[in-house]
């Protein structure tokens, strides 16, 4: 159980939501996530990641927490770069390090967490045009619905592995 006993995993859920904090707020604020955010966190999670493996043999968490982490970075990449008005490269980078975390906790949750951050940010946005706060056309901030989402996957799946 990660949350309950001390582990080199705990310390990158711990680092990524001290860095999700920083990174809501600035985009909120300026809609951008900095890489002197978002990088080292990734850094400083994989390299956790990678302990936890090396120390307690969880290899299997650490291989799908990988190819999450390049599922979810390839295919927002992707998204990105076909309609370049919608996600940025920060969403991009974000979605990577959120693929890592989420995915070292499972498949269901990186879908579910996933999910719950787009359906969010569809909320969110629908709420601002319902207010009169923005236009269908109006960039809205994307990295604080998918770190909500993050967060309700992983309160949802329980104690991680």
């Not at 236009?135 to 993050?150: E, I």
Request: with cysteine; glycine share 12%; proline share 6%.
């Amino acid at each position: 159980m990660l949350l309950t006993r001390a582990r080199p995993a705990t310390a990158a859920y711990a680092w990524a939501a001290g860095a999700a904090v920083v990174l809501a707020q600035v985009d909120l604020a300026v809609h951008r996530l900095p890489d002197r955010v978002t990088l080292p966190a990734a850094a400083v999670c994989a390299a956790a990641l990678l302990a936890d493996a090396a120390l307690l043999g969880t290899w299997p968490a650490l291989l799908r927490a990988l190819l999450a982490a390049a599922a979810a970075g390839g295919i927002a990449l992707l998204a990105a770069l076909a309609g370049p008005s919608g996600l940025g490269l920060g969403d991009v980078k974000l979605l990577a390090l959120l693929g890592l975390l989420l995915g070292w906790a499972g498949w269901g949750v990186l879908l579910a967490g996933v999910f719950l951050g787009l359906l969010a940010g569809a909320a969110a946005s629908l709420v601002l045009v319902a207010t009169g706060r923005a236009g269908w056309d109006t960039p809205v901030a994307f990295g604080p619905p998918l770190l909500l989402g993050a967060v309700l996957a992983l309160v949802v799946e329980g104690p991680l592995a």
